[in-house]
């Protein structure tokens, strides 16, 4: 896959989601990299449709930034590109935040895993 970015930040996590689909066969990390190059303008979630579309203790991956201030009614640890201050603390109050290189194989392994964009 061609790396389209412009940022060194998102060019060496597109690379890491590359390299993680060769070693761990798992195609999340694919899909991860493609909506990573694919997307012009990084997706934007907010709060509330992450706490409509996401299972209670899953482990929900947004190849973006997360907005917004709802509190959040379940325990989700939500990884992103970046957070806005408001939503950070949202989802801290009842879940955990991490940025996307944080994610390890034996966590998706042992979670649901959702992709929001």
């Not at 709060?47 to 201030?69: N, Q, T």
Request: proline residues 2%.
């Amino acid at each position: 896959m061609e790396t389209q970015a412009s940022n060194p930040e998102i060019q060496s996590l597109i690379a890491y989601c590359e390299q993680k689909e060769k070693e761990s066969g798992q195609a999340l990390w694919g899909r991860l990299a493609y909506n990573l190059v694919s997307q012009r303008r990084r997706a934007e979630v907010s709060v509330s449709h992450i706490d409509s579309h996401a299972e209670d203790r899953a482990l929900v991956i947004v190849p973006g930034k997360v907005l917004g201030s709802r509190k959040i009614s379940k325990q989700v640890r939500v990884a992103a590109l970046s957070f806005s201050t408001s939503a950070r603390q949202a989802i801290e109050e009842q879940g955990e935040v991490c940025n996307l290189s944080d994610i390890d194989e034996q966590e998706v392994q042992n979670r649901k895993v959702q992709v929001l964009c």
